[in-house]
Each structure stands twice: as C-alpha cells, then as structure tokens.
C-alpha cells in the first residue's frame, strides 16, 4: 500500500516537474544521461560491448558459429538475436525464458540490425546452400534504469564493430577477418509524459510515461527502424517532432561512441 | 532469391493490377462465430483472419485483477497452414510481439474503467498469410470488440504503407514485402491518433511523411468498411 | 453460483425432453444438424476444408513436405495430426499446447486417416530409407457447438480429397499429383443421455451425457475405427445398438459429402 | 517391413503357442511398494508394470477441489527403456491419450461421492511393453485402487481382442499387433458394462460381435485374477 | 498440523536413539539395511538391474544407440544419465520434468560412472567423429524410503555389467559384447544428526539430518567422487571419518553384489 | 584430443607460471548494481562474474511461504557467450545443481530466522567462464548478501583444489580442469565448516587430505579478498 502512495507522489512530482520543462535528475528534455561504450570485454565472445547510461547497464555478446542457411535465403547469413532480462537487473525481473517485453527488445534490435543492412548477409555465406555463418547476439541487462532498448542497441553495434569471424577455429582459413559493417544505425527513444516529449527516459519517467517510441537512423540520416511501446496514442505532429530529434541525437551518438569505436576497430585488426 | 521479379510497379500499376494507393479487396463479416461474445472474419486480399472478443468476464486467478480497470489481452496467432512451410502449432517470438503491439493498438479506444476486475479477451487466427497480417487482425478485433458490446470511444483501423521500387504504396503483398525496401504497419483513431507504428526498412524523412500521409487514407478507407460491416449487421436493429 | 441454476434447470430440460424422444432443437435421435462442407479454402495449405455441422465449424488444412522416414517404416510416408482448439472457439479453450480433449480428438481422427488405410502410406515414399512425404493433417476448431470429432474428421478427409502432392515446387517433377485417397471413412458419434443415444450431440447435449462413442466406419460398411470416451459405461446393447446406426448414417453422409467432393477433386484435377 | 512373419496362427495356433482365446501368461502381486497407499504389480507376457495409488488426500491449489466428490487423476508412463527404442522420459501424445481414457476405464466404480474436495491419484508405470500396456496398466490399477481401500462397486477388469491373419483373438502380442487388422482393447466391470472401448484397424460388423464376445471371456479370467491376488493378499485377515 | 506434530515426535525419537548409538531399525550406525540385486530383469534394455535397499526400490535400465560425437570428444562414447522420480514412489513426487533433487542424483550416479573411468569410453567409439555408440543410464524410482543415491549408483554399475553392445541389431557386426567395464565405484551416503554419522539414513533419518554427504570409490580404494548435500555444514574431522568409513563400506557392497554380478555376466556372456 | 599440451607443470610451475598453491590474479568489487539491494562483481583468472541480492522481501505465490524462516533461492545462470560454443540462454541440469549445492553452502550462515515469511534471491550471472565459476559465484554472492545488509554468522568462501599432472594444485583453470585428474570444489566459514564439497576424478585418501589442506589455505586467502573489498567499500562509514 504505501509503495503505492510513494509510486503516486513521485508520479505527480515527475508530472510537475516535466510540465515546467524540467527532469528529476535535471537534464533537459532532449539530453542523454552520461553514456560509457567499453568493448571487448568478453574473452570467449567473438564480439562485445558493456553499455552504460546512467545507471542503465547492459552486456552484448556475439558468438559466431557455421550453420545452415535458411531454405528461402540459401546464399544469406543469419542473425538471431536474443535478450535476457537476467533478474540481477531488476527486482521485477524473474527467471524464466524472456517475456513479452524481453521478446520486444530483442526483436527491435534485431531489427535495427538486420533491415538497416548494418551487416551485410550476403557476405556471410561459405558455401551457397551448405554452409553461412550464424551471428549470434546476445543482449543481457544487468541493471534496468530505463531505455534498455537504446543501451541494447548501442551495445549491440558497438559488439558488431569488435566482432570478427572465428574462421581460423573452424578451419575455414589462417586469418579471423572483420565482420562487415556497413551502417552504423543509432536507436533513440523518447517518453511522452503527458503531452511531453522526453528523451532518454529513466525508469521512473518510464514507468509514469503514457507510450515510449524508438527511432533508429541509419549514416545517412535515413529513417532504419520505429518501434512504438505501450498504451497511449501519439499525435502526428509528435511523431515528426520525434524523428527530427531522433536524427540528430542519433548523429552525435555515432560519431561519439560508435565511429570512434569504428576506427580503433579497425587499427586494432591491422595489428592484429 | 531467383524468383525476384524485375519490376514490381510498372506504368503506375503494380503486379496486382494496384495503383499505388489502392487497397487490395477487402471482405468483413461480423458475428460470424457463435460461442464468441463479438466476432469477425476479415479477408484483405490473401489475408484471411477470424477475431473473437471474450467478456469482460472474470479474471483468474485472481491476484492478476486490476481493482480500477479491465485487463486487455489480446492473442494473435498463426494458423499451421496459413503461410507456405508449415508452421508449428504455437506461439513463437514474432506472434508474441505482434500480440502486444496489436494489444496496444487497440486498448486506448476501450473504456477500460467500466470493467474493474474483469478482463477482455481478443483472439485472432489467422488463417491464410499475405502480408499485413497484423494490420487485419486489428481490423477485425476492432470489430468484434464493437460486435461484443465493448464500450470504445472509437473504432482502431490500420494499414500498411511502405516503399517498393521507390515508391510509397499502400497495402503490400507478401511479394512487395520481400522485395520492397520498407514496411510500415500503423493503427490509427478518426481522430487522428497513431495507437500503433512499427517501421522495417529505409525511408527518408520526406518518405516517411508521404507514408504518414498515404497511410491515412488507407485508414480512412478501412474505416469505412469497418463501419459498413457493423451496420450491415445491425441495420434491423438501427431502423427501429 | 447463478451459472449453475441454469445449467442445473438446461440440464432438467434436455433429460425430460430426451425422456419423451426430443431433442432441444427438435432434431429426431439418429438426425444430424446441418452440414455444409466447403473445400479448398486454403491457398497456401495442399489441402483445406471447412466443416460446419450445425454451429460447430472447424478448419482442416493439409500441409505437404518431404522429410525422413521413421526408422521401421522406411518406405512409407508419415501422417501428422494435429488439433488446435482455437480460444476464439469457446469461452473454454485457453491459449497453450493442445489439452488432454484436443489430443484424444487429434489422435481419433489421426487413427480415423491411418488405420482405415484411407491413404496408401507406401505411394508417399519418395526414395526408400531417405525421403517420403509427410502428410501434416491440422485440424482448428473454429466454433464448439459439440460434436468436434465428426465434424474434424468429415474435416480431414475432404481436405485430403483435395489435396495435391507439392511435386512442382519441390523440384521432383513437373506436375502435382493428387494425394491416393483409397477409402472415406465417416465418424459418427452418439451421446448417452441416461440411456437414450443421440447422435451428433450438441455442446449442451454433450455436458449432460453421460457417455459419448464414435464409430467410424469404411466405404465396404466394416467398423474402421471406435473411440468411448466419457467417464459412464455402456451396455452391450447399446453398443451393438450405436454401431447400427452409425453404419447408415456414415452412409448418407459419406455419399452427400464425400463421394461429391470426391469426384469433383477428379474432375478439377484433370482440368489444371 | 522384412520380419513380417509369413503366418502368426498355424493350425489354431499361434507364435508363442497360444490358442486364438488364450491369454498371455500373468503375474499380479498386492502392495509391492510401500510409500503408497495401494499397489500392484503385474506381467502378461512381455508386459512388466506397477500401479500405484495415494490418496484420496487434499486437492492443492484448492481451486481445484470439486465440492461435491473426488477426483480421480490417471497417469500412466512408459520407462524409457520399456520399449526397444528409448523413450523421451515424460508423457507424450499417446500417454496423454491413454492416461485419459484408463481413468474413465476406472471412475465409474469408484464410489466419488464419499470424498468432495479430495483427490486420487492413480499412477502406472510401464517398466516392459508388448502391446497391451494400456489393459494392464487398468488391471493392476484396479487391484491397486482395492489395496488402498478405495470404495468401489467392483473391480475393472481389461484385456484387448483384436484380428490376427483373418481371425479373432484375444490379447495380441505386439508382433501381432503390428501385423495383425484390427486391436481392440476393452475394459468391463463383473456386470458387464464396457468402460472403455477403442478399436484401430478394420473388422466387419460380425467380427466386432464375436470379438466382444471374446472379450468378456477374456475380462472374467482376467477378474478371476484380480481376485486372486486380493485374496492372497489378504487371507491372513480374512481367515480371522 | 497433526502431521506436523507427528513429524515434530518423531524427531525428537530420532534425535535420541542417535544420541545414545542407536536407529529406529536397531541397525549399528555403520550398518547398511538389507541390499537386493536383481539383474537383466528388463527384456528391453541393454542393460537392467532392479536395486532394494530396505523398502527403497530402484530400476536402471541402460540403452545403447548409435550416435553423433560431441564436437569436442570426436573419438569417445557418451553417457547420458537421466533419474526419474516416479510418481508411484512417493507421495512427494509429482509428475513432471526432474526437479533438482532428481537432477542432482542423476549428475552424481553420472559422475560416479563417468569420471571413476568406470567405462573405457574410447572404446564407445565406432568411426571417429562420425559415430559412437550412446549409453543411456535411466534410473526410475519406484519405491522412496531414503538414500535413493546408493540404490541408484549400485543399480547403474549392475546394470552396466549386464550390458551388451546391440552390435547386431544396428547390423554393426555379427555378435553383441559386453560394454567394457574397467572399475565398479560405489556410493556410500552417510548422514548427519545432530553430529552423529549415520550409514544408509532411512527417508526418516534423511528428513532430519543437517545433511548428507556421499562418498564414491573406485576398486582400488581411492575417492571418485563426493558430494555434500544439504543445508548443514560439516568439519574435517566428520569429513575424513565418513571416508574412512566409505572405503570399507564400498568394498564388501562391491564384493558381495557386484563382484558376483560382474562373474556372472561374465560367465553367460561366455554362454550366449 | 590434439590439443592436450604435453605438461600441465613444469618444474614447480603452472601453464599460467603459477606455483601449485597459488590462486589466480583476482578482482572484486562490492555494490556494482544499483537496483539489487546488494551486489558484487568477481574475476578470478578468466572467469567474470556479477552476484546480486534481492530481499529479503515477500514470498509469492504466498502458500510458498515459511513460518518461521527466510526462504533462500540461488540462482546460477551462465550468459550464452561465456563459453566457447554458444549455450542456449536458460538453466540447464548442471546449473540446476550448482544452484542446489550453492544455495546449501551459503545457507549455513544466514541468520534465517530473523526473517520468517520472506524470501532472499541470490542471483549469479557468469559472464566469462575458465573453469571454478560456482566458486567465484559464491565468493561474489557472499559478498553481496553482506552488501545487502543480511544478518550472517560469517562469510563464506570457496575455491577449487584439484590434482593435475600427479600433483595436488589450487584454483584449476580451464585447460587443467579438462586434462587433470581430479577437481574438488569447496566452501567453507571462517571457522572450518565445510559447506560445500565436490569431487570428480581420482584422488586417494593421502591425496584427499592434502587437497583438503591446500583448499583451507585457498579459501584463507579468498576470505582476505572479499573482507578488503567490503572495507574498501565501507570505509567512508567505518571511518566514522
């Protein structure tokens, strides 16, 4: 009950305070909280990254493995993409295979992934009909502050950029090459709490938000993805007002965390 | 994939005889099942879907109860038969997030207060598969949601828009959707509220906005069979 | 609380009627409600069909696909059934893997097809030991009015009436060929309502029996298959009583429903 | 398949030396387990299995209890090593179907009535098979059921009579049944009434009435059994 | 919560047999209840023993099938050890995939055979990476009256040793052998009450005790295996007691029920 | 398998150039999570490890709950990409059981009954695995129950011993683990209470009590990490 009453007096004053134009933790409407992109950090993955905003943390891992393609793209690698919300992360996280909600995220990172053309399929393909290389990503939230979907899709191409295909361990060649990457899309999700457009929300302006939307853009600046969650109707003007924000959001998060990452990637698998 | 056609608009008309911002046929029946509370089958050129609404009836168990409001569920699923390879019996992870989205879609029209405790049950089976499918199952749930006695401040209708051969269109086959390079399923209100958006693919910003715009007449058109349907059933009912 | 009044005062209602010889809907004992059979609903299935016998309704699609043999029946195709029942059917059905009542009626119509030798298992082997066809028969109850069994299998055996061996687009010929139907057997199920028998029983006919028993029986008039299924027993007179009628009546439904279908697949079948 | 044997019956008889209205030798002990309420272990032929009973004990989650009388839940499970190729432990489709139909064998006797809210549980084990599973499994449960004190109006007694090379026999072996034209496993109580009934494969109206008629021969040696090994259980306590 | 009291007594009884050196059975702290090894008792199995310790029944039945190798042994035979709390065996066992307590039996009965080396599993394999044969070691419960870890680690050995490669049935050769057999491990379970070390706790003593510990050791009289199991701690000293008192136990069980076994079945391999 | 390198030890040293009785390089930090109510993050060698604590807070469903105690859960998940083949995400039987024998060997020293009617999750997520991961799972857990502020009678703490190449080591790696021939995982209180005990492989009774000898150092040592790291953490408020 009295979890209750707190839950209605931090509603209200989170109302409040948005309809002033503030946050709680004072950001403006349209600032992330603090991001940190830390890659290669699991040993046995073939790719990964830790995502942390604000408090927010999650681990994307890529295992790479051969396999058979799919009947109808014989000449195609694959992507399965899976999240797990493991219930370190969260008191309302329970063990169990991934709910409604972990099946969202991970099929719009999936998405991000795969419709953007960030990997190019055709690419992966050993032998037409036999043989590709399934890409295996795995996203585990460690910590739920709110907006998994950006701190998952970020790790998810940050893991992508670091990943390379392990073709000397299942002798199919004497070098691991690079994954091919060929668009950096960026996932940005805005709140609307009432009537405010938000973005970066935090669990609790999540939790009080009448519906979230991500946007993902690709380099180009193209639209690569949109994915509206939760109960409330939007507007049409708010949806442009979103994408515009998006786009520009999204820009500055590239070049800040992935084209940096982009680059030391690739002087690193010089060295290599 | 060899069996990719060259064109997939050509003069104007696309593979289907189309123009750009043509919907494909639509056929709506309402009260077509007779244990359900509300009922419709919608066929949306190959598309053939049933709805069903159950309730508001009781919930169990009852920890799950919402003491202020109705509790929405809403079950999209696939028949085995329905797509080329047979698919397994069952929810798989695309089902799942379609059942939310369309959930979503649909929850902010009803008067969900009116039923504290209870819960409404939306069930669609689809029973043949061409693209759109999610689009017809909130069509159909709409109505059947009506059909039940639902009490909604208006009635969903949805459709895709997306980009083949670089062009915005409305309403894509199976074969657009393959072949295009964007899907874009969207729910919306009369009035104008977007209640569901989903995106795959590359649009630019000018795209998106024609999408926006094509995307409402489609919703209009749907609408006005939605309506035509409901009052077919009821028109003895309305004349007294 | 309220439920159960009525159901207690239907359930007097239904007993007395059956007493004086009458069924709720003014059906005599051994009559059918309406039956309408509609075929190749399905585009994408091999074989589709839809049953409605009375309210009841229920789709059957037939999917086609080559797969490997069972180890002890090398040169014999398989057939798969399978029963959903639909929570759009009944305020009954919920969500989840079929129950113990969509398995048994998924395993009587599935023995219905099998043992009556309705299909000649040996001309769906492609390459002995390697490929055969497997046969999936899916059964959705759409609407449950009582009576899901006769209706699933006159269901099944339609569908299989129409349906074409994918030959073309499994690249293992040029023309597909129609499924070898060599039998149409027809189930018929009799409800004991304290000690009347009843055929085809509705779903409030069902509730109160205390029994119900299918026969099924081949186009040569010899018993095909039986399934007792309820928890009251039954003489050996009512059985003998039960099996006599579903003789004839498996009859006229086999020659109204089947035997049309049947020989307009053929002719259909010549014109593609 | 190349181990069909040429004939299963030659002159009257049949592979194991049979005559067509014979049984399979049986064994059948009383109260072989101890954490169970009623036990009983049985072999005919190739067929090892043990039924055990517990209860009739409280219903959990209570929402489960039946105001008025027991219930009576049935599981019966092949061991993966009962059958030539290993099993996946759990149940499957025919389990579940068996399991189903061996309880409506069994609850017409038992008297429900004199334990609302409560359940029974009836459990069977296959631990060897050779068709004919599913009458065992009933037989042994039947015993087990009146070790455990269950009030009952009498005993089932099961047994399966089925066509083998153009003639009616009774309880086929599982080379019979997989090369014979018709099984039909059947379960009666002492009064004659059929509890459960299936029959597979193909028999004219006569064959099905002179299989019934084989059937109830083959339940009473069946019964005479059961009897027996209740008696022998129980003699000490009878004799007093 | 009159079994609760009933449970409470027979606690306290317990407690103060153990006490003063005494069992509710008048067994010595060291002593074992009656053992019963009854072989090839399933016509269906490879391999198949029935094991009675006092009133705890068990049956192992093992099933060789040919197989793919595990990526990483390409030369070697697998184990695959499954334990299955029959319903039947005790009125705390519920229908259902295995809980923990089965899953922990089945791993340390697998433990126990696997890494005593008690099975040359390079001689398992029938063409390197290709094939191999599998051995599936099925301990079904039937009757639970305590230490289900030594029936069941006894019933496996002795299934084991009557086990013959199905060589003629998967036409592999002309004749079956015996599985190679190289050690013949035994559990020993001991449990703690109240700082007494008991053998062989009945499911009584087992309810009460802090824990229960099994020793495994091989014919040579080293350790292969332990496993500690329970809440309550143990010291070193209880620790290197109850090994001492493991090896002595293991070597007249092994004497006494597999040594016999393992000449038998050697003997009517010899007459088969 | 090819890749068996030819020693394990050379001249006293270890692959890794460890002494036989020495632990690999460790890091541990406590509160690293800020929504479990305790956490704490372990790498011993290879391995990488988040712990975290929630509760103690209700029990549902409710008839789950104890009158008298805590209920204590462990959970120990292995991440897909912590080993070399991918796992399927999800418990499997060996994470069943080392969530059985974890949940017993921190048990002991929770003050249970200060907490009746509740529940304490222990969750483990291994994120990098090179052999020994249950005991850096108890390691870090135990940590995060004290950061957690769950009343305790001690701390426990865990290591592996094992014998390799003939010779009674501390803290297997991977490669030592596969190739070695035996591996004993341990836990145990300040005090000497073993709470935790495992062995596979071969080890005779002189071997077992080196072994044992060798773990109470290994555990001494792991016992001064995890008191330093939660000093370090609360030295701001010790210092008071």
């Known amino acids: 009950?009295?979890?209750?009453?707190?839950a209605e007096i931090k509603r209200d004053y989170i109302y409040n305070l948005a309809k002033n134009g503030k946050r709680v933790d004072g950001r403006a409407f349209d600032e992330y909280r603090q991001i940190e992109?830390?890659?290669?950090?699991?040993?046995n993955a073939e790719g990964s990254a830790k995502v942390k905003i604000g408090n927010t943390q999650v681990v994307v891992g890529v295992k790479i493995q051969p396999g058979k393609p799919f009947p109808d793209t014989p000449d195609q690698g694959a992507i399965i993409t899976n999240a797990e919300f493991a219930p370190i992360a969260s008191p309302s996280f329970e063990p169990g295979p991934p709910d409604?909600?972990?099946?969202?995220?991970?099929?719009?990172?999936?998405?991000?992934?795969?419709?953007?053309?960030?990997?190019?399929?055709?690419?992966?393909?050993i032998t037409e009909g036999e043989d590709i290389w399934m890409v295996f990503i795995d996203v585990y939230v460690l910590d739920h502050d709110g907006n998994l979907v950006d701190a998952s899709a970020?790790?998810?191409?940050?893991?992508?950029?670091?990943?390379?295909?392990?073709?000397?361990?299942?002798?199919?060649?004497?070098?691991?090459?690079?994954?091919?990457?060929?668009?950096?899309?960026?996932?940005?999700?805005?709140?609307?709490?009432?009537?405010?457009?938000?973005?970066?929300?935090?669990?609790?302006?999540?939790?009080?938000?009448?519906?979230?939307?991500?946007?993902?853009?690709?380099?180009?600046?193209?639209?690569?993805?949109?994915q509206k969650s939760g109960m409330g109707p939007l507007t049409f003007d708010q949806i442009f007002h979103i994408t515009d924000?998006?786009?520009?959001?999204?820009?500055?998060?590239?070049?800040?965390?992935?084209?940096?990452?982009?680059?030391?990637?690739?002087?690193?698998?010089?060295?290599? | 994939m060899s069996d990719k056609p060259n064109k997939l608009i050509e003069k104007g008309k696309r593979l289907d005889g189309r123009k750009v911002d043509e919907l494909r046929p639509i056929k709506m029946e309402v009260g077509v099942l007779k244990r359900?509370?509300?009922?419709?089958?919608?066929?949306?050129?190959?598309?053939?879907?049933?709805?069903?609404?159950?309730?508001?009836?009781?919930?169990?168990?009852?920890?799950?109860?919402?003491a202020t409001q109705v509790i929405i569920r809403y079950r999209y699923d696939m028949a085995s038969f329905s797509v080329k390879e047979r698919k397994r019996p069952g929810p798989d992870r695309?089902?799942?997030?379609?059942?939310?989205?369309?959930?979503e879609a649909l929850a902010p029209v009803i008067l969900k207060e009116y039923f504290p405790r209870s819960v409404i049950d939306i069930f669609v089976e689809i029973l043949q598969a061409d693209a759109g499918?999610?689009?017809?199952?909130?069509?159909?749930?709409?109505?059947?949601?009506?059909?039940?006695?639902?009490?909604?401040?208006?009635?969903?209708?949805?459709?895709?828009?997306?980009?083949?051969?670089?062009?915005?269109?409305?309403?894509?086959?199976?074969?657009?959707?393959?072949y295009g390079e964007a899907d874009m399923p969207i729910a919306m209100t009369q009035d104008g509220k977007i209640t569901l958006l989903q995106m795959d693919g590359h649009l630019t910003k000018e795209e998106f906005a024609q999408a926006i715009e094509l995307a409402k007449k489609g919703c209009k058109q749907i609408y006005e069979v939605q309506r035509s349907a409901l009052i077919s059933k009821y028109e003895g009912v309305s004349n007294v």
Do not use: F, W
């Open chain 1, 1 to 6: 009950m009295s979890e209750d009453i707190i």
């Open chain 1, 37 to 43: 992109v830390e890659t290669r950090i699991i040993g």
């Open chain 1, 100 to 125: 409604e909600n972990a099946t969202e995220l991970a099929r719009v990172v999936d998405r991000g992934v795969r419709e953007s053309g960030a990997i190019d399929l055709a690419k992966l393909c």
């Open chain 1, 154 to 226: 970020l790790g998810a191409i940050a893991a992508l950029l670091n990943t390379k295909l392990p073709i000397v361990r299942y002798k199919l060649g004497t070098e691991d090459v690079p994954l091919p990457i060929s668009d950096l899309p960026v996932a940005i999700t805005a709140a609307d709490i009432d009537g405010e457009i938000l973005l970066d929300p935090s669990l609790d302006e999540e939790l009080i938000a009448s519906t979230l939307i991500t946007i993902i853009t690709g380099k180009d600046g193209s639209l690569a993805g949109i």
């Open chain 1, 245 to 272: 924000l998006a786009y520009k959001k999204a820009k500055d998060i590239r070049e800040k965390y992935l084209e940096i990452v982009d680059d030391q990637s690739r002087e690193e698998g010089k060295k290599d």
């Open chain 2, 36 to 66: 359900a509370d509300g009922s419709c089958y919608m066929e949306l050129g190959g598309n053939k879907a049933i709805a069903a609404v159950y309730g508001p009836r009781a919930v169990h168990p009852r920890h799950l109860q919402e």
């Open chain 2, 94 to 103: 695309r089902s799942i997030e379609i059942s939310k989205v369309s959930r």
């Open chain 2, 133 to 178: 499918t999610r689009t017809v199952g909130i069509n159909a749930s709409s109505v059947a949601l009506a059909d039940a006695g639902i009490p909604m401040r208006g009635i969903v209708s949805s459709c895709a828009v997306g980009k083949v051969d670089g062009e915005i269109v409305l309403d894509l086959t199976g074969q657009e959707d393959n």
